[in-house]
């Protein structure tokens, strides 16, 4: 039986509190993250190192599940290099870090500069978002690149610090939306 957008409006509204709770936690955690971003950033680092190591059991895992097709050896290998690298970062977090801001420099650097060719090149209409899009992630590569390996002790607290307190205001006001909503109105059964 599916469900009416307005009958999905009032479950949502019967737990507006939730969705403030989230938000205000959320909100907090990336305020904290903001004062403590060195500190976040290794957390950080650890959270993604432990990942990619479950990560990379489940695949070998997998790969000793279905062993009877070609592509077994390819499991087997992505979820050991998975496991080992993994263990690499979550035993050296600075190290990790470092990497990791590396990675995320050579990534706007390029992203920046394919938004800005493709802007240029297609010109849609208001192509001119995606240039200026494009430059400011161009500079955000370089500048990290530029500043690295130090950037590599702040980038990734700070970009997680500000990304939880958006997000955590985003539910705040989710939250607040949710709660002004329409109270249904009772339409009375013909008797």
Same mark, same amino acid.
């Given at each position: 039986?599916? !469900?009416?957008?307005?009958?999905?409006?009032?479950?949502?509204?019967?737990?507006?509190?939730?969705?403030?709770?989230?938000?205000?936690?959320?909100?907090?955690?990336?305020?904290?993250?903001?004062?403590?971003?060195?500190? #976040? !950033?290794?957390?950080?680092?650890?959270?993604?190192? &432990?990942?990619?190591?479950?990560?990379?059991?489940?695949? !070998?895992?997998?790969?000793?599940?279905?062993?009877?097709?070609? *592509?077994?050896?390819?499991?087997?290998?992505?979820?050991?290099?998975?496991?080992?690298?993994?263990?690499?970062?979550?035993?050296?977090?600075?190290? *990790?870090?470092?990497? &990791?801001?590396?990675?995320? #420099?050579?990534?706007?650097?390029?992203?920046?500069?394919?938004?800005?060719?493709?802007?240029?090149?297609?010109?849609?209409?208001? &192509?001119?978002?995606?240039?200026?899009?494009? #430059?400011? !992630?161009?500079?955000?590569?370089?500048?990290?690149?530029?500043?690295?390996?130090?950037? *590599?002790? &702040?980038?990734?607290?700070?970009?997680? *610090?500000?990304?939880?307190?958006?997000?955590?205001?985003?539910?705040?006001?989710?939250?607040?939306?949710?709660?002004?909503?329409?109270?249904?109105?009772?339409?009375?059964?013909?008797?």
């Amino acid at each position: 039986m599916a !469900t009416t957008p307005l009958l999905q409006e009032q479950g949502l509204r019967r737990h507006w509190g939730w969705f403030l709770a989230l938000g205000i936690v959320t909100a907090i955690l990336g305020a904290i993250a903001l004062f403590m971003i060195p500190i #976040a !950033t290794v957390a950080a680092v650890l959270i993604l190192g &432990w990942l990619m190591v479950f990560g990379g059991i489940l695949e !070998t895992i997998h790969a000793f599940r279905v062993s009877g097709w070609r *592509g077994v050896s390819l499991h087997l290998i992505a979820g050991i290099l998975g496991i080992l690298i993994g263990l690499m970062i979550a035993t050296h977090p600075v190290a *990790g870090a470092l990497a &990791w801001t590396l990675l995320f #420099a050579s990534f706007f650097t390029v992203i920046g500069a394919f938004r800005i060719i493709m802007g240029l090149r297609l010109k849609f209409r208001h &192509w001119g978002w995606t240039v200026f899009d494009g #430059a400011i !992630t161009l500079v955000l590569g370089v500048l990290l690149a530029i500043e690295w390996p130090w950037s *590599g002790l &702040w980038f990734l607290g700070l970009a997680l *610090g500000i990304s939880m307190l958006l997000r955590g205001w985003s539910y705040i006001v989710l939250s607040l939306a949710v709660r002004s909503m329409a109270q249904p109105i009772e339409i009375p059964k013909a008797a």
